[in-house]
């Protein structure tokens, strides 16, 4: 395991009945993490690319065949409940989560009109 799976193994996520309920730019995620306060990200690969004036962080995942092709940095939707949020691509990575190959995006919420996450 790297640093990043060791990372994402700490944080609590969403219970599998709310992920039918997501969407992040288009795809049904197998796993999100609830919104971490950027303020205490430890990493140090993420706190070098993290914006301090946007919102909090979050990582969500997807099977190794079926996620979005995005590109660090990019902006994408990421959907709760029918409300949408702007969110940035910070970095992402393949790991293995119960024998299974997943595919990981570290995002952070943007400001807008939905800034409940800031």
């Known amino acids: ?6 990372a994402l193994l700490q944080f ?10 997501q969407s992040f730019s288009g795809e049904k995620p197998i ?3 609830y919104p971490y306060e950027k303020g205490l990200v430890t990493h140090r690969l993420i ?4 914006n301090k ?7 969500t995942s997807f099977t190794h065949d079926n996620h979005p092709l995005l590109l ?11 409300v949408d949020y702007e969110v940035k691509v910070l ?11 997943a595919y990981a995006f570290v995002c952070q919420y943007l400001r807008g ?3 409940n996450h800031n």
Do not use: A, W
Request: proline share 4%.
């Open 72 to 82: 660090d940095g990019s902006t994408t939707k990421f959907s709760v409940e029918d």
């Open 91 to 101: 970095n992402q990575f393949h790991y293995t989560q119960k024998g299974y190959r």
């Open 53 to 59: 004036k946007e919102g909090d962080i979050f990582v």
């Open 113 to 115: 009109k939905n800034d």
């Open 31 to 33: 796993s999100t993490t």
């Open 1 to 6: 395991m790297n640093s990043m799976e060791d």
């Open 47 to 50: 706190k070098k690319i993290l």
């Open 12 to 21: 609590p996520c969403y219970p599998h009945n709310e992920l039918v309920l």
